[in-house]
């Protein structure tokens, strides 16, 4: 049987700002994406959400897909050391939620993905927040002092996937585009 000792350190989360006509742009890709798939796939989220290979259903995504690839590569090289990889989105789903809708709490942490991402295309300012690793009483997480961070139209988090988050029962709308972000070697040229 395995011992355990848990290791108490602080896990970066990033911001980024994406300018008005990004997110007006993806907004109406979101609007005729659920168009065309009304039908909601089942997971954490608790609102409407399209399937997680979303990225290879519709190339619309793909200037979102590079740009979050390439904020991944600049992470992983200022902040990691770790320069010499290319990063390529596993999973991407678009939401829409309503008043009431909600996510549970989880993680990303399938390995071996390494990053996650959620983009705020738009919100409403009463919108829930996004709460990184509140409190559990498992013996280890409960003292936990939660990250909250409000969406604003625009702003892209990147974390790493084996935080937990969690979106509370919002009062506003919120739509967004996560992603789970893996590392490949690069290809020699």
């Known amino acids: 049987m395995f ?26 890709i979101i609007l005729e994406h659920r168009k065309n798939n009304p039908q909601s796939n089942e997971s954490n989220v608790k ?25 991944c590569g600049i992470i992983s090289s200022q902040y990691f050391n770790l320069s010499d990889v290319d990063w390529e989105v596993k999973n991407l789903w678009a939401m829409m939620y309503e008043k009431g809708d909600y996510t549970l709490k989880h993680d990303h942490s399938i390995f071996p993905l390494i990053f996650s991402s959620c983009y705020y295309v738009d919100v409403e300012p009463d919108a829930s927040p996004i709460i990184f690793e509140s409190p559990e009483e498992d013996g280890v997480n409960d003292n936990n002092k939660p990250l909250i961070i409000s969406p604003e139209n625009g702003m892209i988090l990147i974390w790493p996937s084996l935080l937990k988050h969690e979106v509370p029962p919002t009062n506003g709308q919120r739509m967004a585009i996560s992603m789970n972000i893996d590392y490949k070697p690069k290809e020699n040229v």
């Open 3 to 28: 011992q355990v000792a848990h290791v108490n350190r602080p896990l970066p989360v990033f911001k980024i700002i994406q300018d008005q006509e990004m997110n007006n742009n993806f907004k109406d």
């Open 47 to 71: 609102a409407w959400h399209s399937s997680g290979l979303t990225h290879q259903e519709n190339p619309k995504f793909q200037p979102l897909i590079d740009f979050i690839s390439n904020a």
